[in-house]
């Protein structure tokens, strides 16, 4: 039973540079890609960023350049650095995972991904 677990989100200022991290139980990071997704109010979910089982990440062109993905294969846990933060960057944030390795730019459709998380809110202001 794969189960993720998100934490790190809360109330942020603008330029601010919060860590957020997803715990996975019953999954190998080995195995397979895992990713970030967010959702604002009204908006449709979007991805923030992936990475495959070789380190490989890839990134939304909105966060390339301020947010990174990493992960600690030991621990099992996936992070998120988020930086220069922006208003817009405000939502809630999921984790997701899959079995299987996925090529940029597909690792970034959240289609591909099986499991999730219950998601952490990110509030810029």
């Known amino acids: 039973h794969v189960q993720l677990v998100e934490s790190g989100g809360g109330l942020v200022q603008p330029g601010g540079s919060p860590r957020l991290s997803c715990a996975a139980s019953?999954?190998?990071?080995?195995?397979?890609?895992m990713g970030w997704f967010r959702q604002a109010p009204g908006k449709a979910r979007e991805a923030v960023a992936a990475?495959?089982?070789?380190?490989?990440?890839s990134y939304a062109d909105s966060v390339k350049n301020r947010f990174t993905v990493s992960k600690v294969n030991g621990a099992n846990t996936l992070y998120l650095r988020l930086s220069s933060l922006k208003p817009e960057d405000g939502a809630m944030y999921y984790c997701?995972?899959?079995?299987?390795?996925?090529?940029?730019?597909?690792?970034?459709?959240?289609?591909?991904?099986?499991?999730w998380g219950q998601g952490t809110q990110v509030t810029v202001s």
């Open positions: 019953g999954y190998t990071y080995r195995s397979g890609c």
């Open positions: 990475i495959a089982p070789d380190g490989s990440t």
């Open positions: 997701a995972a899959r079995w299987g390795y996925l090529a940029d730019p597909e690792r970034l459709l959240e289609g591909w991904y099986t499991f």
